[in-house]
């Protein structure tokens, strides 16, 4: 027989995560031109394919590449500045972004995708804010190679919310600034047009209206319109904390979710993130109109929230992806909290040990994450004409060796010390140790620096000055 050409053949136990997720005890994956060509036995793919590269071995655990469904790169400085400071939001991370310069924003891009690529992570969701950096997170992005889910959109009103003792003489109030919505989602078109929602490049556009305080019903529901024009992801934060609840019920007298449902906007486009306060009511909204959840364990326990009704959400048929939000960029660690977090709530709470079994985790890190970020067609999975997006795991890891349901162990027990390679489109960005397209030690410096930078200009707004160890 003729042999075929690979690109790149990869040999393991393959975690397919499939319709039946199969797992192929002594499979193979033939790669070309960044794509899957062919799955099947090692035995027959060496049979039918030469390699101009072999990956894996019989020891190796293969994934898809996981999914982060929830981040900002330009938070990245000021993670551990906002750590139980709630409310935090207006008084730390958004000043500590919106000072960034456009180069320092690149460097924020590099840092997470750094630490993305090592621990396994080939697809990542940006919501963009600030559009001076939109350039330099595009570039950056580009450069580094990773795949990315990428929400722009840039808030269009004013907004003040009067606090507890301020309501005795105040009100809260919004006030839309006229003809930004417009100007900006006009925008949004013009880069779903050079990065198609649908399209096969490694950025896919998207359409964000961060949160009900900073943009108007008109951005809203042209938004919402222009996501479903282009088949994209709308991504709204809400049900995020208790000033925004507060908030809503002082405008509207309704809950964040219920607003969402008066606006039109709830349908299988929208993905709540966060949602954390959703009421039983609210939860019902989302699952009848087929709305998708990005949940983010580690902030949960990070910015002490709260922590959602996962199992209610699950129950209801709602997608979940996990998102790292900064608090690690890690999915082995995002897919282990969120275990601990529901497990320690609803599954100890309730003595039941199905309330979220770990293979539903995996899931969610990668097909189920794909899906509810509309990638499903491209990644999340590995099955022929997908993209070669692949995690290979050091099987002979000794927490790894006595493997009894390979996708629970994987969440309970795997780290990102296992990977040794980090594939997207085929290319190898992260190989034992080594980043292909990021030059860390030239990012190390510019990192420090920014960090440092960040510091000094949100320092004195925390409440708690930072403990000296
Ligand atoms: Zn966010």
Redesign the pocket.
């Known amino acids: 027989m003729q042999q075929e050409h690979a690109d790149l053949v990869v040999t393991g136990r393959i975690v397919t995560m499939d319709m039946q997720r199969r797992v192929l005890d002594d499979g193979a994956i033939a790669v070309k031109n960044g794509a899957i060509v062919a799955m099947g036995t090692a035995a027959d793919m060496a049979k039918r394919y030469t390699a101009a590269r072999s990956l894996g071995g019989p020891a190796a655990i293969v994934l898809p590449g996981f999914i982060e469904g ?3 790169c330009t ?1 990245c400085f000021v993670r551990s500045l906002t750590s139980n400071e709630l409310p935090m939001i207006p008084r730390i991370y958004s000043p500590a972004q919106r000072s960034l310069d456009a180069e320092q924003a690149g460097v924020t891009v590099k840092l997470i995708a750094a630490q993305l690529l090592r621990a396994g992570v080939t697809t990542m969701c940006e ?1 963009t804010l600030n559009p001076a950096h939109e350039p330099a997170i595009v570039q950056a992005i580009e450069e580094t190679g990773i795949r990315c889910a990428l929400a722009r959109g840039a808030p269009d009103q004013d907004f003040h919310h009067a606090a507890l003792y301020e309501q005795l003489r105040n009100k809260s109030w919004l006030k839309k600034r006229p003809g930004e919505a417009e100007a900006d989602l006009a925008h949004t078109e013009d880069f779903l047009r050079r990065y198609p929602a649908r399209g096969k490049g490694l950025i896919r556009g998207a359409v964000n209206a ?1 949160a009900l305080l900073g943009f108007s019903e008109t951005y809203f529901r042209e938004g919402a319109a222009i996501a479903r024009k282009n088949d994209a992801t709308l991504q709204v ?1 809400v049900g995020r904390d208790r000033e925004e609840v507060e908030f809503c019920l002082s405008i509207w007298g309704r809950r964040p979710i219920e607003r969402l449902a008066d606006l039109g906007v709830i349908d299988e486009h929208l993905v709540a ?2 949602a954390v306060l959703a009421s039983e009511r609210e939860i019902e909204l989302l699952a009848e109109g087929k709305a998708a959840l990005a949940h ?1 364990p580690v902030e949960c326990v990070a910015n002490m929230n709260a922590i959602p009704n996962l199992p209610r959400f699950r129950s209801r048929g709602i997608r979940v992806t996990l ?1 790292c ?1 900064n608090q690690g960029n890690d999915m082995f660690v995002a897919m282990r909290a969120a275990w601990l977090i529901h497990g320690a709530k609803f599954g100890v709470g309730a003595y039941d040990p199905e309330f979220l079994t770990a293979g539903e985790l995996l899931a969610m890190a990668t097909i189920e994450g794909a899906q509810a970020l509309r990638l499903d067609d491209l990644t999340g999975s590995l099955e022929t004409g997908k993209a070669a997006d692949i995690v290979v795991l050091d099987g002979n890891a000794p927490h790894l060796l006595a493997m009894q349901n390979l996708p629970s162990e994987i969440v309970r027990f795997a780290t990102r010390g296992e990977v040794q390679q980090t594939i997207v489109a085929g290319r190898v960005l992260y190989d034992r140790g080594e980043l292909t397209t990021i030059d860390l030690p030239a990012i190390a410096a510019q990192a420090r620096k920014g960090a440092d930078y960040v510091r000094g200009v949100v320092g004195e707004r925390r409440y708690k000055p930072l403990p000296s160890f």
């Open positions: 929830h981040t900002h938070q919501g961060s934060h993130v966060h983010s998102g939000d």
